[in-house]
């Protein structure tokens, strides 16, 4: 008896930071032929993409792919090949999690036990500076260091709405955030601000699953603001694709106005498109 395999891959490719970048996922069903059955993307990343000196795909000439595969689907017993099933009232892995960030970020909202303050704009959250610190390496230098932050217990931030400052924190605590994709834009500064890698990814997911023509220009700029490579590159494509929409808006000269890179970067975009030969006679 052969079992299909249900598997949810993700292929990354490896920066020279060391971090996951032009994610692509895809859920496959593989059968009895799975040793000749291929897999993948015939167009992952182009070769342009690849030698942009801006995106750093190649560090010493070097292509890394990071493929994460996860095998999902219910224990199938297959007579003489696999042990006896065991019932097991024992929580799923997945449940065990969720019941630790929910036993975590409830620390956050009672403020048991905490021995620092963060501050913002007259708000003040109770937090801990070993969850803290074990987040976030920015967080990490103030508690480890001779800064006022540490002597005093207090972190005054002054350049972020105190909104998102909690959402920051709630997420450090948990793991999560709500309703992410009404202030992924927010967020990503934060995220960058205080060097919260998968908050970041997060946020740049959640932006590009909402780019439209109203936006774009503004998510492009924010993009080259906090180094956001998958938004930026899509936010190009994206240009390029609606051009004439973009350029019929009233403002979109003013938005670019203090970006002279932004501009060249989008028409060196632009004359990277094929032309379609006409036909002649």
């Known amino acids: 008896m052969c079992v299909p395999i249900n598997a949810d891959i993700i292929f990354n490719i490896i920066d020279k930071d060391g971090n996951k970048t032009r994610a692509k996922r895809c859920e496959y069903v593989f059968d009895k032929n799975l040793q000749s ?122 350049d972020l709405d105190a909104d998102i400052v909690y959402d920051m924190i709630q997420y450090i605590y948990s793991g999560r955030v709500v309703q992410l994709d009404q202030k992924a834009d927010r967020l990503l500064s934060a995220a960058e601000m205080y060097n919260l890698r998968e908050l970041k990814c997060l946020c740049e997911t959640a932006l590009c699953e909402n780019i439209n023509t109203d936006n774009v220009l503004d998510l492009l700029v924010l993009a080259d603001l906090h180094g956001a490579s998958s938004v930026r590159n899509l936010a190009l494509k994206f240009i390029v694709e609606n051009g004439k929409e973009i350029v019929s808006q009233a403002q979109w000269r003013e938005k670019l106005k203090s970006y002279p890179e932004i501009m060249a970067d989008m028409f060196e975009a632009m004359t990277r498109v094929p032309h379609k030969k006409q036909r002649v006679g």
Request: hydrophobic share 30%; charged share 20%; with cysteine.
């Open 37 to 158: 059955d291929n897999r993948g993307f015939a167009k992952f990343v182009s070769h342009n993409e690849l030698k942009h000196p801006q995106l750093n795909l190649l560090p010493n000439d070097t292509l890394t792919i990071l493929c994460e595969i996860s095998i999902t689907g219910d224990n199938i017993v297959t007579s003489g090949s696999a042990k006896p099933q065991f019932n097991s009232k024992t929580s799923k892995p997945s449940e065990i999690v969720n019941r630790l960030s929910q036993d975590i970020a409830s620390i956050l909202d009672t403020g048991r036990f905490s021995d620092c303050t963060v501050i913002c704009n007259n708000r003040e959250f109770s937090c801990h500076k070993n969850i803290l610190s074990a987040r976030s390496t920015v967080f990490e230098a103030m508690f480890t260091h001779d800064m006022t932050e540490n002597r005093e217990s207090k972190v005054t931030i002054n």
